[in-house]
């Protein structure tokens, strides 16, 4: 029997072939719906829903917040030249994990920034996590330039402001300096850091993947620049303290010095200056006693330079006047207490005048222990020692004076020829300006034209009475002739040689030498005080070493002020100028030097 013939396909497939297409069509169909469905609801969800984050996600990695400097405020001196001002570089900066992509680059750019490859290799390694590092930081803009056109991967350069001193150490005691991130650190800088800063201001921007800003978005915060400020200081008689400041010290080989001019008629500091000094342009290298402003954070004992203080009291008791009584200085010892108070020469009997022009230990001991303490104290509190003048300078120091209810005979004695107690230059200085201005004591300070507080703290007659009583300091015979003679004006002001203390009492050879003085005598207009620590070579005295100083600056600051002459009729018909003793040029006459220090060793 034969097989029956196969069919080669099955009728029910046949019939349902176009079902399946349709079948698979509609699971695509309905496979791609979905998709589309999906691709809506996750362009929904990122467009809408979640919008706000991915935004956040994008502006993280391209938007940012960048500062915008700002210029510090000018500082001007008193005549409007400028003495602090802000120019502007470029701090280079970099992304240390794009730059070390580039790694190959790295030896150009350690040349162009002055930094060992190697070393600079090592230092991005460290911050490879950070995404801003500074590897420059205040180049000059030609400098930073060539940084840039490099055009290394991830490195970018940023604006910023550096404060430049157009007088260098001349003035560097008094204005201080800032830091790399412009914020003073010391002397105006500091004190008047908020008012010169000013605010910085900040926008958005879009960088791309080099760090290059293609877009500024929106400002932040608008940048409020620094303030200017004109300050009392005088820079030419700045320069003309410092010269003579610095060229006594080297001559007679001290250790320091400080010399401080103020303006009677209102408190205004004209003149600052120290030595050593440093260039607060170029600080490295510069050490923290060379910096420190010595006028105001260091204190001496005065010496004889605050006997003045001690006739202000006797005056104001009603017991003496400039010419009586007469105090016996004997032969020039005085032995109280197991004590010897003592003077150079004998001097015998003396008025409150004579005291002052010869500097008598002796004399200025004996009216004081006829006064009361109280008043004594109260005195010497009145014209500003053992408390700070509130200049606002930081730092400043208040000085010490012991209460005046713990003083002892022996004590008060002493105390009368500027031993037991500690001023500032500032200080002194503001107390001979008290004087000056009849009698009135001006807050000192170091901004033109300010308001300042004024108090009356002895009587204006007394006052005048000490001024000219002063004068027979440096006429001839005074402790100061001829040595602080200025020609055409009268000078008023006393010297001051004191011992300088040490372990167990007082230093044999070491000295402090001091001039305060107030000019012109017959209408003062500026006082003057300058302390020169430890002169080794020459003399030690304060006439001949202090004085010389005060005499050329403050010749030189009376022109500058433009302060007419005390003979100013004299100018007028053509004669001759005048100094103190005759005509000037003329053989000074020979004048003894006043040794105004205590016994060698003696304690207080």
Known sequence: MKPRPRTSAHPTRRRNAAPSTRRRMVVVAVVLGLASLGLVARAFDLQVVRKEFYQNQGDARFLREVPIAVSRGTIFDRNGEPLAVSTPVVSIWANPAELLDNEDRLPKLAAAIGMDAGALKEYLAQRSEKEFVYLKRQMSPDAAQVVLDLGVPGVNGQREFRRFYPSGPVTAHVLGFTNIDDHGQEGLELAFDDWLAGKKGAKRVIRDRMGHVVEDVELVRAPQPGRDITLSIDRRIQFLAYNELKNTIEQSDSDSGSMVIIDVRN??????????????????????????????????????????????????????????????????????????????????????????????????????????????????????????????????????????????????????????????????ANGYATIADDGVMHLPTFVKGSDNEAKQIIDPKIAKELVQMMVSVTQPGGTAAPYTWIANYGVAGKTGTAHKASAGGYSKNNYSAAFAGIVPASDPRMAAVVVIDNPKKGSYYGALVSGPVFAKVMDGALRLMDVPPDNIGRWYVGGPLQGQNGLTGSKPPVVETVDDSPVEGETP
């Open 267 to 428: 408190g205004e500091v004209l003149a600052m200056v120290n030595w050593p000094t440093y260039n607060p342009n170029a600080l490295r290298g510069s050490n923290p006693s060379s910096r420190r402003n010595r006028a105001m954070t260091d204190v001496v004992e005065p010496g004889s330079t605050i006997k003045p203080f001690v006739m202000a009291a006797a005056l104001s008791s009603g017991k003496y006047t400039p010419t009586g009584p007469l105090v016996d200085t004997g032969n020039g010892h005085f032995f109280y207490i197991s004590h010897d108070i003592r003077d150079t020469h004998a001097n015998g009997m003396l008025s409150p005048t004579g005291i002052l022009a010869k500097s008598s230990n002796i004399g200025a001991a004996k009216v004081a222990m006829t006064l009361d303490t109280g008043l004594l104290y109260e005195t010497y509190r009145g014209f500003g020692f053992g408390n700070s003048t509130n200049s606002g300078f930081p730092g400043e120091a208040s000085g010490y004076l012991k209460p005046g209810k713990s003083w002892g005979m022996l004590e008060k004695a002493i105390l009368a020829y500027g031993y037991g107690l500690n001023v500032t230059p500032l200080q002194l």
